[in-house]
Every structure is written in structure tokens, then in C-alpha cells.
T-cell receptor, first 114, second 113 residues
């Protein structure tokens, strides 16, 4: 049962372009939505996160857009750089459950062409 | 500051063999997790722990056991390895807080032949 659906599976973007990765969730109890970045041979690392009380959060070139009514959120990478080439995972957590279980999407492999 | 350390980094097992993966964190985190990562499947939760002496099942617990005898360590055991358990295993830990950032180890690449 995939509680968080992520698309696309892979993405190729030209340097300077905008990368967009989308996620959708089912469980309305989720109340924290982080994005993780993973480079080859490394563990995932937190990139940016958002709570459902805001519709957008921006950190540098990375922006999360959140649509609570549609149960969707997306990551936008502006001015994409070759160094952004990595696998990106969205995740969702129900903080109120007390278990802090991170439910991850299936991942998007991003390649930024120089 | 080491963060989350996984041992070993690579391992090849024969079908039916057993092994234990060790995860150690030095951040005094309450929560610890074991995930497996497979192509096209993302990160799937195997087992997790909300504190010393406690464990719980995740999405894909069959064929695995865990123990958390000390707060800083979380062990993942395979009693009788199967080729379907070939994967990259990640341990993670997090603090009980509203930030809820999970810190991951470098991963263990396990191949069962």
C-alpha cells in the first residue's frame, strides 16, 4: 500500500531550468512533509520541509508548494545545476501518532545536464 | 560528530545464512528506524523503535527481527537470508521534536546469493 505517490520516476533537466517533482498522499492525518536528497552511495539527507498550515516554503533555489485540499505537494528546483543531480524523496509523517514513522515516496532520479 | 554509523557497509550472504546489521547513533535520539531501498520502490520501513527496549513493525517486517537494548544502538537481524532480501539497508534516527528531521546512515549493501 503506497501511501505517498511520487512522480516522475526520473527527470532530465537542462542547466538553469526548473525541476518539478510531485507527490500525493492519502492519509489526512499526515502533518509534516519533508523532502530528502540522496547522492549515490550516501544516505538521504533532509533538504526542506513544510507543514500543512502554509501553502509554500522557499529555501534558496528550493521551494515546496502545498495544496491541502488536493492532498498534493511538490518540490520546485529553480535554476537547476549539475550538482543537484541526485535522487529526491518526498515523505509524510503523522506527528500526532507518536510513532514518527516516515512514509516515503518511491523517489525521483534527477539529472541536470551541463 | 559521527551521527549515524552502520556496520558493515557491504556483505554477501548465501541463502539460509544469518547476519546482524548494527546501527549506532551518538545524537541521543529517541527514535530509530530500519529501511530498505530497492529500485522503483523507494524507502520502505522494516522496523522502528520509539525508545530503548521498544520495537515495532513497519511496512515490510517479514524475515527480519530487531532489538534495541541500548538507546544508541538498533540491530537488524536476518535469521535465514533469502535472495529477496538483497537490498540496500538504511538506518535512521530522529529526535522527539516538531522538527522531526531523520538522520540517515551511509547504508549497507547486502547481496544474498
Amino acid at each position: 500500500q503506497q501511501q505517498v505517490k511520487q512522480s516522475p520516476q526520473s527527470l532530465i533537466v537542462q542547466k538553469g531550468g526548473i525541476s518539478i517533482i510531485n507527490c500525493a498522499y492519502e492519509n489526512t492525518a499526515f502533518d509534516y512533509f519533508p523532502w530528502y536528497q540522496q547522492f549515490p552511495g550516501k544516505g538521504p539527507a533532509l533538504l526542506i520541509a513544510i507543514r500543512p498550515d502554509v501553502s509554500e516554503k522557499k529555501e534558496g533555489r528550493f521551494t515546496i508548494s502545498f495544496n491541502k485540499s488536493a492532498k498534493q505537494f511538490s518540490l520546485h528546483i529553480m535554476d537547476s545545476q549539475p550538482g543537484d543531480s541526485a535522487t529526491y524523496f518526498c515523505a509524510a509523517i503523522d506527528l500526532g501518532s507518536g510513532t514518527y514513522k516516515y512514509i516515503f515516496g518511491t523517489g525521483t532520479r534527477l539529472k541536470v545536464l551541463a | 560528530n559521527a551521527g549515524v554509523t552502520q556496520t558493515p557497509k557491504f556483505r554477501v550472504l548465501k541463502t539460509g545464512q544469518s547476519m546482524t546489521l548494527l546501527c549506532a547513533q551518538d545524537m541521543n535520539h529517541e527514535y530509530m528506524y530500519w529501511y530498505r531501498q530497492d529500485p522503483g520502490m523507494g524507502l520502505r520501513l522494516i522496523h522502528y523503535s520509539v525508545g530503548e527496549g521498544t520495537t515495532a513493525k513497519g511496512e515490510v517486517p517479514d524475515g527480519y527481527n530487531v532489538s534495541r537494548l541500548k538507546k544508541q544502538n538498533f540491530l537488524l537481524g536476518l535469521e535465514s537470508a533469502a535472495p529477496s532480501q538483497t537490498s540496500v539497508y538504511f538506518c535512521a534516527s530522529s529526535l522527539l521534536s516538531l522538527v522531526a528531521e531523520a538522520f540517515f546512515g551511509q547504508g549497507t549493501r547486502l547481496t544474498v546469493v
